[in-house]
């Protein structure tokens, strides 16, 4: 995994799980095989990968953290998502939903082993799912209390049938069962080994069931894996992985173009370099969006101009999305119509969910309705401090609001400083802002709503709107594909027309493949979640 923007904010890990439309209660048999291919040939070759950062990476475990994705390399979940995106078995072969939505069965499939040998049976499904609810959970907050607010209880039926009861019912899986890319939440672990080493062990001797094992992990220097020749899935084609943690972005590119990394990301600004060396550029459709947020206190909308959706709607207009998406991002991004949602997204439908067209003239009309003609004053929180790629991206809208008489100050500071402003709700000093962010939010199926979308759920989000939070419950709790699809397209609309957020261009990854790499298969919209996808890599031909 990697950022799109060099300086630019870090991709969310607390990933959620893909939105299921279950025409059944039961999911069939995987057609993935039980073992690797008989005249598979063994893994050769080193591979050597880039991943920019610009903090300390932590520990290989701890979620949330930007080298948690990493973890996806070394271990495996109940499902699995492909290339193109959707949810497959993996870990569980098969899962039962019951009739009334309250208890989820899933089947252990037989052969998968840890990585010192030892059996993954069902026993080791259950210490992970309470490893999350724990009080002591190793999650974030918000990822352990969804769980503990749905979970009732965990029981193993036998050596490979765990049966999850719920509070409530719930037509899809659990969200956070799909991994999604990194070794978090998502992850099945060794009971045994948890045990016997505990959690501090974990965070740096790591042991999954995934198709690469741990060999050595330097901090803020690389990450050394082995590839796990008698995998039951699939079979790396690279003998040895070696994962280059690079501080800066020139330094990334220049190690491209010597040959010293096989694979990376760089940023729209570097790709013309790259390009120019001879080098293969993958262009993928990612997970990040450029957004922002319009902070306003949702129960005093009359106090400031920006607590008027007409205003907040005009402000959109305002925005030439294509000028954007070409110029600053040098075509590598696309005009964006919903933070929470993608094209491929089971409910979506581009005759609701447009994107705002770039119009002046009714910009201006709808802030002289809100009895804003001669415009207003506001902030832009440019969280870059004035030194970054998104201090750019600020600068633009800022001209862009300009246009139809908003003055858009651009107030230059740290996250963390905001970051006080804001939880657990907006202090005044916060009011009458915009947050520019660019942040990936997985495959954008509807449960990223559920977390985020909801009133209360962040407070970056101001609204008050109890007829979506309804909606947003309907689709949890309808089985009928049809139905679930309406309450989903519906809840959005009225998300997407509250104008808390407001999406501005879903951004591309910049693969940059070196002479030694053949294929290499991301995950769609997935933001380059490398993990689940490193062991999909061939020798160059």
């Not at 309470?130 to 050596?159: F, L």
């Not at 409530?168 to 992850?187: R, S």
């Not at 902030?379 to 858009?408: E, F, H």
């Amino acid at each position: 995994m990697t950022r799109h923007f060099t300086l630019l904010t870090l991709v969310s890990m607390a990933i959620l799980a893909g939105a299921l439309s279950l025409a059944a209660c039961t999911q069939p048999a995987s057609p993935t095989p039980t073992g690797p291919p008989a005249a598979a040939a063994k893994p050769y070759g080193n591979l050597t990968v880039g991943y920019t950062y610009s903090m300390n990476a932590g520990t290989l475990q701890s979620s949330g953290n930007i080298f948690a994705g990493l973890g996806a390399a070394m271990y495996e979940s109940l499902t699995r998502t492909t290339p193109e995106g959707q949810t497959v078995p993996n870990i569980a072969e098969r899962w039962e939903i019951s009739p009334d939505g309250k208890t989820h069965t899933f089947y252990i499939r037989k052969g998968v082993k840890f990585h010192d040998g030892t059996d993954l049976t069902g026993a080791d499904v259950k210490y992970s799912m309470e490893r999350v609810i724990k009080p002591s959970s190793p999650v974030t907050d918000g990822e352990a209390a969804q769980w503990r607010a749905r979970i009732e209880s965990i029981e193993i039926k036998d050596d490979y049938t765990v049966v999850v009861r719920l509070k409530q019912p719930l037509f899809e899986l659990l969200p956070g069962i799909e991994p999604q890319g990194y070794g978090g939440i998502t992850a099945v672990y060794s009971k045994k080994y948890l045990e016997a080493n505990g959690e501090d062990y974990l965070t740096t001797h790591p042991m999954g069931t995934g198709p690469w094992k741990f060999v050595k992990y330097i901090p803020d220097d690389r990450l050394e894996l082995e590839a796990v020749e008698d995998h039951w899935r699939e079979v790396p084609k690279f003998k040895n992985l070696t994962i280059r943690l690079i501080l800066e972005g020139p330094t990334n590119v220049a190690m491209l173009k010597t040959g010293e990394l096989d694979l990376s990301t760089v940023t729209p600004d570097a790709a013309p370099d790259v390009k120019a060396a001879g080098l293969r550029i993958l262009p993928h459709d990612g997970a990040s969006q450029f957004t922002y947020y319009m902070l306003y206190p949702g129960d005093q909308l009359d106090q400031l101009a920006i607590g008027d959706v007409r205003v907040r709607k005009a402000m959109s207009y305002a925005i030439d999305r294509k000028e954007m998406a070409d110029k600053l991002f040098g075509g590598y991004a696309e005009p964006s119509a919903f933070m929470w949602a993608r094209p491929t997204a089971y409910f979506w439908d581009s005759n609701v969910l447009k994107v705002d067209p770039y119009d002046t003239e009714q910009a201006k009309k709808l802030l002289a309705e809100a009895g804003y003609s001669n415009g207003f004053t506001t902030t832009i929180w440019d969280k870059g401090a004035g030194g970054s790629q998104i201090s750019v991206l600020n600068a633009a809208i800022s001209g862009y609001w300009r246009k139809i008489g908003v003055n858009a100050e651009l107030l230059a500071g740290e996250y963390s400083t905001l970051s006080r402003m804001i939880s657990p709700k907006l202090t005044k000093e916060a009011w009458n802002k915009t947050y520019p962010s660019i942040s990936g939010v997985s495959n954008w199926q509807f449960e990223r709503m559920v977390s985020s979308g909801r009133t209360g759920s962040s407070p970056l989000l101001s609204s008050i709107n109890p007829a979506r939070d309804e909606l947003i419950d309907k689709v949890l709790l309808t089985k009928d594909p049809a139905e679930k699809k309406r309450f989903a397209l519906e809840a959005s609309r009225l998300s997407k027309e509250g104008y808390d957020v407001v999406s501005m261009v879903a951004l591309k990854t910049i693969f940059v493949l070196g002479a030694r790499v053949g294929e290499f298969k991301p995950i769609r919209g997935g933001a380059g979640w490398w993990g689940p996808a490193y062991a999909t890599i061939t020798h160059a031909k």
